[in-house]
């Protein structure tokens, strides 16, 4: 009984919190690029250093879509692509969703 009066506390807390839970609208400009047959969007994250994200679009997992190409070449050339500036290298990072960040250097 106790565990049954536990779940249902947990589901009420669970229901409350997604009820209170808003949309956030993304305030940085998202610029889509295409890159090796494949759609990458590139965001502005940080203003300093400045810092962009390059999130791969998955094609909707469709099993014949353009060949694999290698992630990090492609997110290097779509943040280049979108920006107009150089990857500084050493910076860039890949974390677990694919999404890859990296400071840019625009001399």
């Known amino acids: 009984m106790l565990l049954r009066g536990t779940i249902l506390a947990i589901a009420g807390f669970v229901g409350l919190t997604a ?29 300093e250093p400045v810092i962009y994200r390059a999130t791969r679009d998955n094609n909707n997992l469709n099993p014949f879509g353009p060949p694999p190409r290698l992630r990090t070449v492609q997110a290097i050339a779509a943040i280049q692509q979108a920006t107009g500036c ?22």
């Open 19 to 47: 009820l209170d839970a808003t949309p956030v609208a993304a305030k940085e400009e998202t610029k889509s690029v295409f890159v090796m047959s494949r759609t990458w969007a590139v965001t502005q994250v940080s203003e």
């Open 86 to 107: 150089k990857v500084i290298y050493s910076s860039m990072y890949q974390n677990m969703s694919g999404q890859f960040f990296s400071q840019v250097s625009c001399s």
